[in-house]
């Protein structure tokens, strides 16, 4: 009788134990669905966040391209680091800090394209069904003359072609970052107070 009692407590226990833990897993199921919805949620809006900033930097020309990865004109590619390898883009004036392989057309020798100059002539084409932006400018300076064809897409990946009559065509891989609008400053004689 003894044995009997123990035995149908024991079972009772068990029933206890395995309806406990399967209401607690159903509970974190349905909790971590919440979650991964939210989280889909959040990722989207940033997404449109980071598309809208991305339209607004190109119109308003202002960003900066960094390359991570050369391809030179025989066929070759090479790693960069983006700290020393942009061109940077606010208004008209342009700098050009980038590695360069391949043919040069002059007495001295080329390591890389260091230039500041002013974007001479602009040219934006905004393919929306496609989600990219595709840019070709020509900077001058005292010096120097390149050609750039710059394709940007909406989630931040840019690429750069970049020629001129002294180089070899050269492509440049990497991330777009946008620069923040300036702010317009007013004049003091158009405070009022």
Not at 120 to 125: D, I, N, P, R
Not at 168 to 184: C, Q
Request: net charge positive.
């Amino acid at each position: 009788m003894i044995f009997e009692l123990l035995a149908s407590k024991w079972h009772a226990m068990n029933k206890i134990i395995v309806v406990s833990t399967c209401l607690v897993t159903l509970i974190s199921c349905a909790t971590s669905k919440q979650g991964e919805t939210s989280q889909k949620e959040t990722i989207h809006d940033q997404t449109i966040v980071q598309q809208a900033e991305i339209k607004q930097a190109v119109e308003a020309r202002r960003f900066l391209l960094k390359f991570d990865r050369l391809y030179y004109s025989n066929g070759g590619r090479m790693d960069l680091r983006p700290t020393y390898n942009y061109i940077l883009l606010d208004g008209d004036r342009v700098v050009i800090s980038a590695a360069y392989m391949g043919r040069q057309y002059s007495n001295r020798p080329i390591k890389g394209i260091d230039m500041v100059g002013k974007a001479v002539a602009f040219e934006l084409k905004n393919n929306t069904s496609k989600g990219i932006y595709e840019i070709k400018m020509k900077v001058k300076n005292d010096k120097n003359t390149f050609d750039l064809s710059l394709t940007i897409t909406n989630d931040g990946y840019c690429n750069a072609s970049v020629a001129s009559y002294k180089i070899d065509y050269v492509r440049y891989t990497g991330n777009f970052i946008p620069l923040k609008p300036k702010e317009e400053k007013s004049e003091p004689s158009k405070m009022s107070i």
